[in-house]
C-alpha cells in the first residue's frame, strides 16, 4: 500500500485557563453533565495552571518518532488531530488535503479496545472526513497493540523502577496495583475492554517479576445510579492498609502518559489518601516516549506498509488489522467519562 503520511489522533487538552471549561464541554457534549461536576474537574486543571500535560507528552512522543523514522523510515511527514481540542481532525485533515496527502497511517492513542478508547476514535475520524468532503485524505488505522512487546516491556521496566524505590526488605511484599480508567458497565459488557487489561496485567506481572497483582479501577466520572467498573483504587488501597501492610506500587497501566487522570487522580489525591491511613505510595511511570515504544509505532507502521512479521506477547496473538464488525457499540447510556486528559 502506498502510505503517504502518519496521522496521530489523540484526546487533547486544554492550553491555558481559558480552555479548561470550553474543553470540558467539548468531551462531554450530548452526555447531560451537570455543570457542578464539570465545575470540580477543571479545578484538576487549575491546580496545574490549566494546561494539560497530555500536550506536552504527546509532543515529545511526536519528536521522538519523527527522529526514528528519519533514522530509519518510512520517513513520512506527521499530522497531529485531536478529538477534543486544537488541532482538532478536522482541521487537521483539511491541513493534510491541501499539502496533497491521499492515504495516510493513524495511530490512536489508546490500547484499548471499548466505545470511548477505540471506537469513538474511528467514529471522530469518519466524521471528520465527512466535515472535509471530497479529496479528505483515507486514513487506516494501526491495529491495537495493547499485547505488543513494545508496550508491555516498557511498562514493566517501569514497574521494576518503582519497587527499586521501596527500602529494600520491603521490595518483596508490597502489593502492585495495575490502574485503569473505569468505564460504564453498560460499555465494558460489550467490549473486550477487561479481558484485554487483565491479559496485560499478568504479562507486565511475568516480565516485571510479580507474580501477584490486583486490577483497580479509577477516574470514575458518572452519576452513582450508573454501575461502573470497581473495585476503585481508594477502596483497593484502604483494604491494603487495613491488613497493615506499609507500602503499594500503583502502576497506570491504562494510560500512555503522565496526563491529567495521572497526576491528578494519582500523585495528588490517592497520595493524598495513603497519607491519611498510613501508606507509602510509590506510582510507576507510564510509557510515554520509551525508545522501544517508539520503535513499536515504527513496526506497527511497516506491518501495514510492508507486511512486516506481527508481533505480540501471550496465547491470543496480535490484533487484526480491522476491527470486527459491531465491536464496541456506544452503550445505551452514554458514556460519561473520561473526562480529563
Same mark, same amino acid.
Given at each position: ?125 469518519? /466524521? *471528520?472526513?465527512?466535515?472535509? %468532503? ?6 487506516? $488505522? ?5 499485547? @505488543? +512487546? ?118 495528588? /489525591? *490517592?497520595?493524598?489518601?495513603? %497519607? ?6 510509590? $506510582? ?5 516516549? @520509551? +525508545? ?50
Amino acid at each position: 500500500m502506498d502510505f503517504d503520511a502518519l496521522l496521530i489522533v489523540s484526546f487533547g487538552g486544554p492550553e491555558k485557563p481559558e480552555d479548561v471549561m470550553p474543553f470540558l464541554e467539548n468531551v462531554t457534549r450530548g452526555r447531560r453533565i451537570p455543570r457542578e461536576r464539570l465545575e470540580e474537574v477543571a479545578e484538576h486543571y487549575y491546580h496545574f495552571g490549566g494546561r494539560s500535560p497530555i500536550n506536552t507528552q504527546v509532543e515529545a512522543l511526536i519528536g521522538s518518532l519523527r527522529a526514528e523514522l528519519a533514522a530509519n523510515g518510512p520517513n513520512l511527514p506527521i499530522y497531529l488531530g485531536n478529538r477534543n481540542w486544537r488541532p482538532y481532525l478536522p482541521d487537521t485533515l483539511r491541513r493534510m488535503k491541501a499539502a496533497g496527502v491521499r492515504k495516510a497511517l493513524a495511530f490512536v492513542t489508546s490500547a484499548w479496545s471499548s466505545y470511548s478508547s477505540c471506537r469513538q476514535y474511528l467514529d471522530n475520524i469518519a /466524521e *471528520a472526513q465527512a466535515e472535509v %468532503g471530497p479529496g479528505a485524505p483515507e486514513v487506516v $488505522r494501526l491495529r491495537l497493540f495493547y499485547n @505488543h +512487546p513494545g508496550f508491555l516491556e516498557p511498562m514493566a521496566g517501569r514497574v521494576r523502577d518503582a519497587y527499586a524505590l521501596l527500602p529494600e526488605p520491603e521490595r518483596g511484599t508490597a502489593p502492585l496495583l495495575f490502574t485503569a480508567h473505569s468505564i460504564p458497565l453498560s460499555m465494558s459488557e460489550n467490549c473486550r475492554y477487561v479481558e484485554q487489561l487483565t491479559e496485560a496485567c499478568e504479562l507486565v506481572g511475568k516480565l516485571a517479576g510479580r507474580e501477584h497483582w490486583q486490577l483497580v479501577y479509577q477516574s470514575r466520572s458518572g452519576p452513582s445510579t450508573q454501575p461502573w467498573l470497581e473495585p476503585d483504587i481508594a477502596v483497593a488501597l484502604r483494604a491494603i492498609a487495613a491488613r497493615g501492610q506499609k507500602n503499594v506500587v500503583v502502576a497506570p497501566i491504562g494510560f500512555l502518559s503522565d496526563h491529567m487522570e495521572v497526576l491528578y487522580d494519582l500523585d495528588y /489525591e *490517592a497520595r493524598q489518601l495513603c %497519607g491519611e491511613i498510613g501508606l507509602h505510595l510509590e $506510582r510507576a511511570g507510564t510509557v510515554g516516549h @520509551h +525508545p522501544l515504544f517508539i520503535r513499536m509505532i515504527r513496526e506497527l507502521m511497516l506491518e501495514r506498509i510492508e507486511g512486516a512479521g506481527r508481533k505480540a506477547l501471550g496465547e491470543r496473538g496480535p490484533m487484526p488489522d480491522d476491527c470486527f464488525a459491531g465491536c464496541c457499540p456506544a452503550p445505551m447510556i452514554r458514556p460519561t467519562g473520561p473526562t480529563g486528559r
